[in-house]
C-alpha cells in the first residue's frame, strides 16, 4: 500500500506564524521536516509533539490552534484523502496506548511517550473488522502493549523497555485488555 505523502500549504504556515509568533519556532521546525515521513506519521508525530510540550507557555496558551494547524498546513499528496487509518486508544494502568495505522502510541502517566511503526499493523486491524484488542503484559524485566485478533490472539507485542525486541507473534493468555 503506498503511502500518502505530506505536501505543506507553506502560505497557511506563514499565516499561522504570524498569527501566533510565539509558535514559530515549533512550527517551522515541524512542518520543516515533513518531508521524510508520510502523511499518518507525520499527523501521529504532531499530536505527540504537542503532548510532549504541552506544558509549555505557547502550548498551554495556543492548544487549540495549534491541534487544528495541521489540518490546515499539512494536506496529502494523494487523491485518497478520504481513506480512514484505524484508531484505537485504551488507557492501560498507567498508559495510555493509541494506535493510529501502523502506529503505536505509549504515554506513560508522567508524560513520557514511546512510540513504534509496526508495517502490517494496519491491514490486520482492517481484516480483524472490530475484533481487536489493545493488552497491557509484564515479564519480570519488560512491559508489553499487545496489538491483537480477540478470535485467536495474534498481533504485535511492542516492548516498551526494548523496542527492539518488539515482534510479531500471538498474545499470551494473562494480559489484561482494554
Aim: net charge neutral.
Amino acid at each position: 500500500m503506498e503511502r500518502a505523502r505530506t505536501l505543506i500549504n507553506k502560505a497557511a504556515l506563514e499565516q499561522l506564524c504570524h498569527r501566533l509568533p510565539e509558535c514559530r519556532t515549533f512550527l517551522e521546525n515541524f512542518f520543516g521536516s515533513c518531508s521524510s515521513f508520510d502523511y499518518d506519521t507525520n499527523r501521529a508525530n504532531y499530536l505527540l509533539d504537542l503532548e510532549l510540550y504541552k506544558d509549555r507557555p505557547y502550548v498551554r496558551k495556543h492548544r487549540r490552534a495549534l491541534e487544528q494547524a495541521f489540518a490546515s498546513i499539512a494536506q496529502r499528496s494523494s487523491d485518497k484523502s478520504e481513506e480512514r487509518k484505524p484508531y484505537l486508544a485504551a488507557q492501560l494502568d498507567q498508559y495510555l496506548v493509541t494506535v493510529w495505522g501502523d502506529l503505536i502510541l505509549a504515554i506513560d502517566g508522567d508524560g513520557n511517550a514511546r512510540k513504534r511503526v509496526a508495517s502490517g499493523l494496519q491491514d490486520l486491524i482492517l481484516r480483524a473488522n472490530c475484533d481487536v484488542m489493545i493488552g497491557l503484559g509484564r515479564t519480570r524485566h519488560f512491559e508489553i502493549v499487545y496489538v491483537y485478533q480477540r478470535s485467536d490472539g495474534y498481533g504485535y507485542a511492542f516492548n516498551l523497555d526494548a523496542p527492539d525486541l518488539s515482534e510479531w507473534g500471538y498474545a499470551p493468555k494473562s494480559f489484561s485488555s482494554g
